[in-house]
């Protein structure tokens, strides 16, 4: 836990639970037991050495785009039947009143407007899979 900076470390598997923090001024760790479950033995394994753990490094990327999430739960359709066009592909220029998808809940099709004027520049759903309220299904760069 020292040589990591670790202090405090907590496992929890079907009916045991282990507590381990790390004493006053860094001191040794000292282990606690949550009272509403029995003590039972654990083989602590050595860690994987941090230097040969993968990382990913993940920096935000500043941009302007907006996303155009969804207001329901439902399952999400690109055009109004099998037949028809898309409303909105790659490239489509949007205003507030487009009509960018379908959402389908409860038998009933909503259509969904862009409500922000832009190009699309991302469709990030597959047509005909469910979506969650607030699931983000554009992204468009405004105009």
Known sequence: MKKNSITEFELEQQDSKIKLK???N??????????SVPMTSVAIQPAIPASNV??????PVATDEIEIKSPMIGTFYRAPSPEATNYA???TEVNAETAVCIIEAMKVMN????EVKGVITQVLVENGKPVEFGQ???KVRPS
């Open 26 to 35: 860094g001191g040794a760790p000292v282990m606690q037991q949550d009272d």
């Open 111 to 114: 259509e969904i407007k862009a």
């Open 22 to 24: 790390r004493g006053l």
């Open 136 to 138: 983000p299904l554009f």
């Open 54 to 59: 993968p990382v990913a490094v993940v920096q």
């Open 89 to 91: 592909e790659i490239g």
